[in-house]
């Protein structure tokens, strides 16, 4: 019973990782992509209304395409935990001696003695379901995903998306020119990214001023290159 409150923790800080890792991807591409866009249309045109429907139309499609690859690589990530379970039932049922042996080497690695090992082991393999989850923990290293995975991904990556991308295009709601409309979205952002490179840092563990610059840079980056190229175009 302690073996199993034990793990229990973990497994909890794993899936609310899995869900501040989607908010980060989500939250960083739309913070940077649509400012770019917005950035690149200002050097282009002097129309607000070009930016601001160009804009909300990539936030849309943007948020949709994250979105659903959130989904598909969750469950992408369910269905090769469901596989490598039939597989590890198949085998304690098939290659007996094979999975006790398996059983065997990972207390080995824990300094168990052999006798104790083979005890364990033998004792394990009377409740197929259990010895099947502790193969796929700690022989596969695999956690078991939740069910909902991958419409929690796909809801998280999406929403955060379209927050990000609506705060660089916010500038431009309220001026007339582009100019005007990509020096307070320039301003907004760089104040954002830095925000949100902080708070990224924090959740990570990370060096806050480090992390808070390299998501900065990167944005500032991504626009600068977009304006230059839509200038050279122009």
Same mark, same amino acid.
Request: charged residues 25%.
């Given at each position: 019973?302690? $073996?199993?409150?034990?793990?229990?923790?973990?497994?909890?800080?794993?899936?609310?990782?899995?869900?501040?890792? /989607?908010?980060?991807?989500?939250?960083?591409?739309?913070?940077?992509?649509?400012? =770019?866009? =917005?950035?690149?249309?200002?050097? =282009?045109?002097?129309?607000?209304?070009?930016?601001?429907?160009?804009?909300?139309?990539?936030?849309?499609?943007?948020?949709? =395409?994250? @979105?659903?690859?959130?989904? +598909? *690589?969750?469950?992408?990530?369910?269905?090769? &935990? /469901?596989?490598?379970?039939?597989?590890?039932?198949?085998?304690?049922?098939?290659?007996?001696?094979?999975?006790?042996?398996? $059983?065997? /080497?990972? #207390?080995?690695?824990? @300094?168990?003695?052999?006798?104790?090992?083979?005890?364990?082991?033998?004792?394990?393999?009377?409740?197929?379901?259990?010895?099947?989850?502790?193969?796929?923990?700690?022989?596969?290293?695999?956690?078991?995903? /939740?069910?909902?995975?991958?419409?929690?991904?796909?809801?998280?990556?999406?929403?955060? &998306?379209?927050?990000?991308?609506?705060?660089?295009?916010?500038?431009?709601? #309220? $001026?007339?020119?582009?100019?005007?409309?990509?020096?307070?979205?320039?301003?907004?952002? +760089?104040?954002?990214?830095?925000?949100?490179?902080?708070?990224?840092?924090?959740? $990570? @563990?990370?060096?806050?001023?480090?992390?808070?610059?390299?998501?900065?840079?990167?944005?500032?980056?991504? *626009?600068? *290159? *977009? #304006?230059?190229?839509?200038?050279?175009?122009?």
């Amino acid at each position: 019973m302690n $073996t199993h409150h034990h793990h229990h923790g973990p497994e909890e800080h794993f899936q609310s990782s899995e869900k501040v890792r /989607d908010f980060v991807i989500g939250m960083s591409d739309g913070l940077t992509v649509p400012f =770019a866009l =917005a950035a690149g249309l200002s050097g =282009a045109v002097d129309s607000t209304d070009i930016v601001i429907t160009a804009g909300l139309a990539e936030i849309a499609a943007g948020s949709i =395409a994250m @979105g659903l690859g959130g989904y +598909l *690589a969750g469950r992408t990530e369910i269905e090769h &935990y /469901d596989s490598e379970e039939r597989r590890e039932y198949d085998e304690v049922e098939n290659k007996f001696e094979v999975e006790i042996q398996e $059983t065997k /080497d990972i #207390f080995k690695d824990y @300094g168990i003695s052999e006798e104790l090992q083979d005890r364990i082991a033998r004792e394990m393999s009377k409740n197929p379901k259990k010895w099947v989850d502790f193969m796929m923990r700690f022989e596969l290293g695999l956690e078991r995903p /939740d069910k909902n995975r991958a419409h929690q991904s796909a809801f998280i990556i999406g929403i955060s &998306y379209i927050i990000g991308g609506l705060i660089p295009l916010s500038a431009y709601f #309220f $001026t007339e020119s582009t100019q005007t409309g990509l020096i307070n979205s320039s301003i907004i952002t +760089l104040i954002c990214l830095v925000v949100f490179g902080l708070v990224k840092s924090k959740l $990570t @563990g990370q060096p806050l001023f480090k992390g808070a610059m390299r998501v900065a840079l990167v944005g500032a980056a991504a *626009a600068a *290159a *977009a #304006f230059g190229i839509a200038k050279l175009l122009v």
